[in-house]
């Protein structure tokens, strides 16, 4: 079994940083693509940024300049540094990774979501 645990979300003022964390624990080989998503009330479920294994990063273009996506393979963890954060950056924060199993098989796991709130 794999989890994915994030942390790090939270209440914050317009213009201030968060940092959020998602680490993956459980029968992994190896991990290839990590990504951030998130879903605001009433919309979709959006791309944020992705990580791959070589890290080769993309970003949504809403956080480009802002969002700093970052992983540390030792510990099969990823990172999310936002900067300058903005009451539209409101959500539900996902972390999700593209795991090998030893059999071979990858499959897509979900962490559990984190809430950031931007406001005065």
């Known amino acids: 079994q794999v989890q994915l645990v994030e942390s790090g979300g939270g209440l914050v003022q317009p213009g201030r940083s968060l940092r959020l964390s998602c680490a993956a624990s459980g029968s992994i080989f190896r991990i290839n693509t990590m990504g951030w998503y998130r879903q605001a009330p009433g919309k979709e479920r959006e791309l944020v940024a992705r990580?791959?294994?070589?890290?080769?990063?993309n970003y949504a273009d809403s956080v480009k300049g802002r969002f700093t996506i970052s992983r540390d393979n030792a510990k099969n963890t990823v990172y999310l540094q936002m900067n300058s954060l903005k009451p539209e950056d409101t959500a539900i924060y996902y972390c999700?990774?593209?795991?090998?199993?030893?059999?071979?098989?990858?499959?897509?796991?979900w962490g559990q979501g984190t809430q950031v709130t931007i406001s005065s």
């Open positions: 990580i791959t294994s070589g890290s080769s990063t």
């Open positions: 999700n990774a593209d795991i090998q199993r030893s059999t071979g098989w990858i499959v897509t796991y």
